[in-house]
């Protein structure tokens, strides 16, 4: 059991690193943004692997972190590439 958690770590690994060229040579900035969220997923994957490998639960608060700054992340860039500003402000004023 534990050989195949060290597998599945080592495949996961593997996975950040492929991820982690599509961030930096994306042919756009969309393909990129989609490349850190599944950064994000495969770095909470790990994380849980090695809470396994550890048995014991105190990587879940680290998990439940990555997972919301992840997502927020996500949609503030999403945000900001079809809009060009994050906050919208009353132009108004």
């Not at 396994?52 to 680290?62: E, H, K, R």
């Not at 439940?64 to 079809?82: D, N, Q, R, Y």
Request: hydrophobic share 60%; charged share 15%; proline share 3%.
């Amino acid at each position: 059991m534990i050989t195949f958690i060290w597998v599945c770590l080592i495949l996961v690994v593997l996975s950040i690193v492929g991820i982690m060229y599509r961030v930096f040579r994306g042919p756009s900035i969309p393909d990129r943004l989609i490349a850190l969220d599944g950064f994000g997923v495969m770095l909470i994957s790990a994380i849980a692997l090695i809470s396994i490998l550890f048995d014991t639960p105190f990587f879940i608060d680290v998990i439940l972190l990555i997972a919301i700054m992840s997502f927020i992340g996500t949609v503030s860039f999403s945000k900001f590439i079809e809009r060009g500003e994050i906050i919208e402000r009353d132009r108004n004023r």
